[in-house]
DNA sequence: AAGACGAAAGTGGTTGA
DNA sequence: TCAACAACTTTCGTCTT
């Protein structure tokens, strides 16, 4: 019972939004929330995942059908990917008031305080700056990128648990930008290769990976191994492909898999290889260059990886040249 | 001419002594 | 720390369609 009281080295989890990730603790993931305590408990070993939840839900009670619609919350939902999660009060820079009245001059000096105030304070300690600056750059990364908002929240919150462990001491906030981004997307299944991210930001491959590692030693966050099925969407589609080569190549790899073609190969150049046959297959014909251009690895990979799969799988050309067909 | 193929040399990361 | 190693890249010449 002690143990259930005990927060995890004066930590904070994330508040009010899904946690992807296992328990620090035993890697278990059955999270218990507790709603009474406002806290999420780890079912496996009792660890305090994370204390003072916000209650989302209504804090008035309605005694008809007619009552609960008749009131409700607005405002935007909280985002992890704005510094102050959008929580911050606004006060505009005009003179006026809501319904657009100009102000009386004691009125508009006093008003002229409160913003010098509110400026000087919504960015008020090294944490912040830090977050403000990283957060717009993950910004500008993620939609470069085209990755979409529920990653960059992803993204977002291993970089303030970054920060928490003071992991950007000593490095660019563009790295570990770029690292947690990186991350976020191989977490939700959706990996893109490291030196996209890294040409996309202003961070070298190298560094990059560096960061990368980092990340996963000290967040202990499970990554899962990166699946070469998880490229064949996006390269399809880039590619112009139908969906029956998609799912051709995603069966070309299943089998290589059993074949044990997969193992210490890079997965880019897997993924590539098989839309190259599962293309030819297929009658929808891609060159070696155009998808080693999209897969990011040159046509000597995918070259290697084809003959491979073509001699193990027992895909045969056929007299005719270009075609192949497969051996059931 | 474009695309495919293959050889050779070079590169960065991992492993084991 | 260093050498050996596997996987991959770059480059370039040749063959095929």
Known sequence: MERMRESKGGERYNHGTTDPMNCPE??????VEDTTRGEQVCGGCG????????DTGAEWRAFSSEESDSRSRVGAPLRL???????????????????????????RS????LRK???????????????????????????QLGIPR???????????????????????IEALVAAT?????????????????????????????????????????KVPLSNPVDYVGRFASELDLSSRVQLRTIELLHRSRDFGLTIGRDPLGLAAAA?????????????????????????VTVRNRYKELVLKLGITTAPGGSSLSGSN
């Open 181 to 221: 981004l990186y991350a976020a997307c191989r977490i939700r299944l959706k990996p893109r290769a490291l030196d996209e991210v890294a040409d996309a930001s202003r961070v070298s491959k190298k560094k990059l990976g560096q960061c990368y590692r980092l990340l996963l030693r000290t967040l202990n966050v």
């Open 26 to 31: 035993c890697g278990g993931v059955s999270v």
């Open 110 to 113: 006093e008003i002229y305080r």
């Open 47 to 54: 660890l305090v995942l994370s204390d003072h939840r916000i």
């Open 117 to 143: 105030w509110q400026i000087r304070s919504r960015v008020h300690s090294s944490m912040d700056r830090n977050l403000a600056q990283a957060m717009s750059e993950l910004e500008r990364l993620a939609s």
């Open 275 to 299: 839309i190259y046959v599962a293309s030819i297959m297929l009658d929808e014909r891609r060159t070696q260059r155009a998808i080693a251009q999209v897969a990011r690895v040159t046509e």
């Open 81 to 107: 990917s704005v510094h102050d999660k959008g929580l911050s009060t606004v006060i505009d820079w005009r003179d006026q008031d809501i319904s657009g009245r100009r102000l009386s001059p004691t009125r």
């Open 150 to 172: 529920p990653i960059r929240e992803l993204a977002a919150l291993l970089y303030r648990k970054s920060l928490l462990y003071k992991l950007v001491r000593g490095r660019s």
